[in-house]
């Protein structure tokens, strides 16, 4: 077995027992192409489909030099969602955190390709690092499944110019963002390929990053519709 396959493998063994995953000197030597090796073997055990073009939906994050800095990133991070972590349609969704390592919450404004046009689907995305207390090694961010938990999409509306969010624990603001749908549509061309019309397109946060304490969560987007997540 390869370092990539051994690496690949103990991601996937943290994440199917959801436990943190030590660190050794192993990571010192993978850097990003190795990491994208890696991620590649994992992609494909969750049946993520090879063609770019054929995946059901995409991740958009480190969109800023510092967060790329800090991650060790050349660039955005992009990832395809993985097919078993992807909720569509979206008003309410319970969420066990017993599946998770280290869950956070942030909202994004996303996007569904149609036949003709765009459409703004409200989402949150439960990030997820399989490294104990969020502590990267190099390459970290793309080859631990770009940082996935899961991926929630609310139902389609026409989008205004600008989007915005009020996030609520157990009915306490906790927090809020927004961003304007002409950005976030243009950070479509980061993507690796043209998207076949029904993808969804995550665009990158709109707000803080939120420790997944249990509770009633509320991604309050005003007249695009409400998400709401029961973590227990």
Same mark, same amino acid.
């Given at each position: 077995m390869s370092v990539v396959e051994e690496l690949a493998e103990r991601l996937w063994v943290a994440r199917q027992r959801a436990q943190p995953l030590a660190v050794d000197g192993n990571w010192l030597g993978v850097d990003h192409r190795k990491a994208l090796?890696?991620? %590649? /073997? /994992?992609?494909?055990?969750?049946? $993520? @489909? @090879? %063609? @770019?073009?054929?995946?059901?939906?995409?991740? /958009?994050g480190a969109l800023d030099e510092p967060t790329q800095s800090r991650l060790g990133l050349p660039g955005p991070l992009f990832a395809p969602v993985l097919p078993d972590r992807l909720h569509t349609d979206v008003t309410a969704l319970p969420v066990r955190m017993?599946?998770? $390592? %280290? @869950?956070? /919450?942030e909202a994004e404004i996303g996007i569904r390709l149609d036949a003709d046009g765009m459409r703004l689907a409200p989402c949150v995305e439960i990030a997820d690092c399989r490294f104990a207390g969020w502590a990267l090694p190099p390459g970290g961010a793309p080859a631990d499944f770009g940082l996935q938990g899961s991926m929630v999409f609310g139902p389609v509306v026409e989008p205004d110019a600008e989007v915005q969010v009020e996030v609520r624990r157990d009915g306490e603001t906790v927090g809020a963002g927004g961003g304007t749908w002409a950005e976030a549509a243009a950070r479509l061309s980061l993507l690796p390929a043209a998207l076949a019309p029904g993808a969804l397109v995550a665009t990158g946060s709109i707000t803080a990053m939120f420790p997944a304490a249990r509770g009633r969560w509320e991604f309050d987007f005003g007249p695009a519709g409400a998400l709401v997540l029961d973590l227990a």
């Open positions: 090796e890696i991620a %590649d /073997l /994992l992609y494909r055990r969750c049946s $993520v @489909p @090879p %063609d @770019p073009r054929e995946v059901a939906a995409w991740k /958009l017993a599946e998770l $390592v %280290d @869950p956070k /919450l």
